[in-house]
C-alpha cells in the first residue's frame, strides 16, 4: 500500500522535527556541524571524488540521511519515529519502519535544512508545530488529574496531545501501560483528506509518546472505535468531534 505524497511530506517534516527536539535533549549526535560531518563522510562524497576527479559526486542524498536517521530512532524507541505506525501499513515487519514499497521524500534538501534551523524550546511548541505541520487545528483538552492509578483511552489528536503533555509533567506515570489510544487507519479510500490528516497526526502523536517521554515500549494503539464496555476502567477522553 503506497501513501500519497500530501501525506508522506506531513509526516517524514514532523517526525524529523521531533526527532530534532529530542535529540537537543539526548545528547546531539544526528544533528549539527559533527553529523553533517559524519554524514558527508558516510555518504560517499571522497569515494565519489576518486571515481570523478574534480567532481563531487555523492553516493547517498538528503532523502537517504532522513531516511536512515528516522530508522536509526524508530529502533531506539519502538515503533516511534517509522511511517509504518503512522498509516497501519500492511505486511510491514514490526522490526521495519517503512516496508518495501517506501517512496523517499522529495525536496529533501530543503526540508532538512528548514528542521535542521529551527528551534523549539519546548513540548508545547513542539506540539503545536506538529498540528501546524498536519495543518490540524489543535484545541486543548481540560484533563482529569493524572495519577498513576488513572486509565485513559484516548481519541482524536487533542486528546493525545494534551495526555502527552500531562505525563511529560508527571514522571512517575508510565504511558504504554496507563494510556490506550484509538488509532483509526488513515489511508481509507473514503475519507476526505482533511480526516486522512487527523487520523494520522493522532496516531503519530501517540507513536511518538515513546520517544518523547524516554520510554521503551510501544504506545497500545486501536484501530477501531470501541463499544463502551470495552476497556472497563479506562476513562475516555475524546478530541472535539468537528477535529475527528
Do not use: N
Amino acid at each position: 500500500m503506497s501513501v500519497d505524497y500530501d501525506l508522506a511530506r506531513p509526516y517524514c517534516i514532523a517526525a524529523l522535527t521531533a526527532l530534532r527536539f529530542l535529540d537537543e535533549r539526548t545528547g546531539g549526535r544526528r544533528f549539527g556541524p559533527d553529523a553533517d560531518a559524519r554524514w558527508r563522510a558516510f555518504a560517499g562524497e571522497d569515494l565519489g571524488e576518486v571515481r570523478h576527479p574534480g567532481a563531487r559526486v555523492r553516493v547517498l542524498d538528503d532523502a537517504d540521511r532522513i531516511e536512515l536517521l528516522l530508522r536509526d530512532a524508530d529502533a531506539q524507541w519502538p515503533g516511534a519515529f517509522g511511517a509504518r505506525v503512522v498509516f497501519d501499513l500492511p505486511a510491514v515487519a514490526q522490526d521495519d519502519a517503512f516496508g518495501p514499497e517506501w517512496t523517499p521524500i522529495a525536496e529533501a534538501f530543503a526540508l532538512w535544512r528548514d528542521v535542521a534551523a529551527a528551534k523549539l524550546p519546548d513540548l508545547a511548541q513542539l506540539v503545536a508545530r506538529l498540528f501546524a505541520i498536519w495543518d490540524v487545528t489543535f484545541a486543548p483538552r481540560r484533563l482529569p488529574t493524572l495519577q498513576l492509578s488513572s486509565r485513559w483511552l484516548l481519541h482524536g489528536p487533542s486528546a493525545v496531545a494534551a495526555a502527552l503533555q500531562a505525563f511529560a509533567a508527571s514522571p512517575g506515570a508510565v504511558w504504554h501501560a496507563q494510556v490506550v489510544v484509538i488509532a483509526e487507519p488513515p489511508l481509507v479510500d473514503d475519507l476526505r483528506p482533511h480526516q486522512r490528516r487527523v487520523r494520522a497526526l493522532a496516531r503519530q502523536l501517540a507513536a511518538l509518546a515513546g520517544g518523547l517521554l524516554s520510554q521503551q515500549h510501544p504506545t497500545q494503539l486501536l484501530g477501531h472505535v470501541p463499544e463502551d464496555k470495552e476497556h472497563p476502567g479506562h476513562q475516555r477522553i475524546t478530541s472535539d468531534l468537528t477535529e475527528l
